[in-house]
């Protein structure tokens, strides 16, 4: 099997709560104690073991608590128990959407394993995602409302920030040309991925994380702000011995576009249409979404665009 924890292998949080004198008390939940809480995060963060070895360890530490008296054991009678527990930690205020997905073409005889595993996309929703971005007061005097162009002494165009680009007036032009759009706020939409940031997944597929941004904030906010890209979605990375077959190769590009609809889809009624939303500077003005840039490596881009590898694009106006 393989972990649904939607942060990957990277870290289990310590969850501390303020207490009324100053002082920080830490609340484990849902672990038993504190010492649940580090053999969870010694062996799926750090040793990043097998089910197997996992259940061996409960075993034993059932055993010596037997041997000194303890009726209770370890808090887990196996790997999927303590699997599920990790599952159930909350990290800030957005929950995680799942989603399976799974090969649904036609089938050899004898159809490979790929063909028949299911595939977890874990997801934040993205609108929310945004809307807290947005909202953010530290982004006040670092967030660009409308489309600009900057000119330096010598009437030279300048290029600076994604809203003073000729992109960021463009679609501004074209979305106001719609009755319901006028006068509200261009929000474009940047996203990334880097597959070089992968958590490894026990079973038949690996993660690899897509940042969200929103193209109104400025440079410096995006160079010095951590709420400024926020992680999104854990993209699922199907792992097969197939990996040259031509079919395995279209179903990963497949299931990778399915996925990106499915994260963005939140945002699809409002790129036609004004939602209210609040600003950094805290009142509340109607914004249109606009998918904006990807930011990805080349083999990514040739996911994205369709496009035969080590090919050249060919833009059509």
């Known amino acids: 099997m393989f972990l649904q924890a939607p942060w990957g292998l990277t870290s289990l949080p310590s969850p501390v ?10 609340d484990w939940t849902p672990f038993e104690d504190h010492l649940a809480f580090d053999w969870a995060y010694y062996h799926y963060v750090n040793l990043q073991s097998s089910a197997a070895e996992i259940a061996e360890g409960l075993n034993l530490w059932s055993a010596t608590s037997f041997k000194h008296g303890s009726t ?5 009678r196996s790997a999927k128990e303590m699997y599920a527990t990790i599952d159930t930690i909350e990290i800030g205020s957005l929950p995680f959407q799942t989603f399976t997905l799974q090969y649904t073409g036609p089938k050899p005889l004898v159809p490979p394993c790929w063909m028949e595993e299911a595939y977890e996309l874990n997801t934040y929703n993205i609108l929310e995602v945004i809307q807290e971005q947005l909202a953010t007061s530290d982004f006040k005097s670092q967030f660009d409302y409308v489309p600009y162009k900057e000119f330096n002494g010598r009437g030279e165009r300048m290029w600076s920030n994604l809203m003073s680009g000729q992109w960021a007036s463009m679609q501004a032009d074209e979305l106001s040309k719609e009755e319901c759009n006028d006068g509200a706020m261009f929000v474009p939409i940047v996203a990334g991925s880097d597959k070089t940031t992968v958590s490894v997944a026990s079973g038949h597929q690996e993660y690899h994380p897509i940042y969200v941004s929103v193209g109104n904030l400025t440079n410096m906010a995006q160079c010095t702000h951590g709420n400024s890209i926020l992680p999104v979605t854990f993209l699922p990375i199907p792992k097969s011995e197939s990996l040259s077959h031509v079919e395995f190769q279209c179903f990963c590009r497949h299931l990778y576009h399915r996925c990106l609809e499915l994260i963005f889809d939140p945002l699809r009624k409002y790129m036609m249409m004004p939602m209210v939303i609040k600003c ?3 009142h509340f003005r109607c914004a249109v979404f606009s998918l ?3 930011i990805a490596d080349y083999l990514e881009q040739v996911y994205l665009a369709g496009i035969v590898s080590n090919w050249c694009a060919k833009r059509v106006l």
Not at 17 to 26: A, C, M, V
Not at 72 to 76: E, F
Request: charged share 5%; aromatic share 10%; no cysteine.
């Open 280 to 282: 950094p500077d805290g």
């Open 292 to 294: 904006g840039p990807y």
């Open 72 to 76: 209770i054991g370890a808090p887990w």
């Open 17 to 26: 709560l303020p207490s009324q004198n100053n002082q920080h008390i830490q």
